[in-house]
């Protein structure tokens, strides 16, 4: 199955920092997604990303797709205390989804 | 519309005992799936099944662990002869038919402790 490498594993903010997670694939992906969990919960999608290039806005999150279709990232602008959890990367198989590792953020007020 | 429901929420099982969980997927859902997350890992596709059919069950252990989703009922996930090691969160989740790759919602999760 595909895989998917996360980097980094975890990043330390303080508020207002901007944050930049990066997953990165040795092929070509059809799509993918990115989910956050926030601590003791469970993942809840952000967004599906399908075409090369495509960038998507959600207010302060941009999640962005790679030319080759093997790279994605997410950032977010202005931290906020909020916005503590991990996130994580997602490709879509034949019939389930691979996760990478996640990248845990947490924010310092 | 209530979301995917999973319980219990929290587990305690002795090693040799055996754990239940039981999954209801969203109103409308006809797809289960289940994943296993490791403390401060991603989490492990397991299973992935359909009312009275499993569909790929490539990330399951060949041993102590099965899954069904009856005509009736919640999905569940039973894990016979509990060892440490089986100590985890397990997730499911579940998609409207037809799949092409969208959202999957997943439930709260089961945190899983063996004592």
């Known amino acids: 199955g595909q895989q998917v490498m996360q980097i980094p594993q975890y990043q330390h903010v303080q508020e207002g920092e901007d944050f930049t997670t990066y997953c990165n694939s040795s092929t070509t992906l059809s799509n993918i997604q990115w989910y956050k969990q926030r601590p003791g919960g469970h993942p809840v999608f952000l967004i599906q990303?399908?075409?090369?290039?495509e960038v998507k806005k959600q207010k302060r999150l941009t999640f962005q797709f790679g030319e080759a279709k093997k790279n994605s990232s997410l950032h977010i602008t202005a931290t906020q205390t909020t916005d503590v959890g991990t996130y994580f990367c997602a490709v879509i198989g034949y019939s389930t989804l691979t996760f990478g590792k996640g990248t845990m953020l947490l924010v310092s007020p | 519309n209530a979301g995917v429901m999973q319980n219990p929420r929290h587990l305690v099982r002795r090693r040799g005992q055996e754990a239940r969980l039981r999954c209801s997927p969203m109103?409308?859902?006809?797809?289960v799936y289940w994943y296993r997350q490791l403390p401060e890992e991603g989490l492990k596709f397991m299973v992935y099944l359909q009312k009275e059919n499993i569909i790929d069950e490539s990330g399951m252990p060949k041993e102590r662990f099965s899954a069904e989703f009856p005509k009736e009922g919640p999905s569940i996930l039973r894990i016979q002869q509990v060892v440490r090691g089986d100590s985890a969160a397990y997730f499911c989740a579940s998609s409207p038919p037809g799949w092409g790759g969208y959202e999957q919602y997943f439930g709260p999760g089961t945190r899983l402790t063996v004592t």
């Open positions: 990303l399908v075409k090369s290039g």
């Open positions: 109103k409308g859902h006809s797809h």
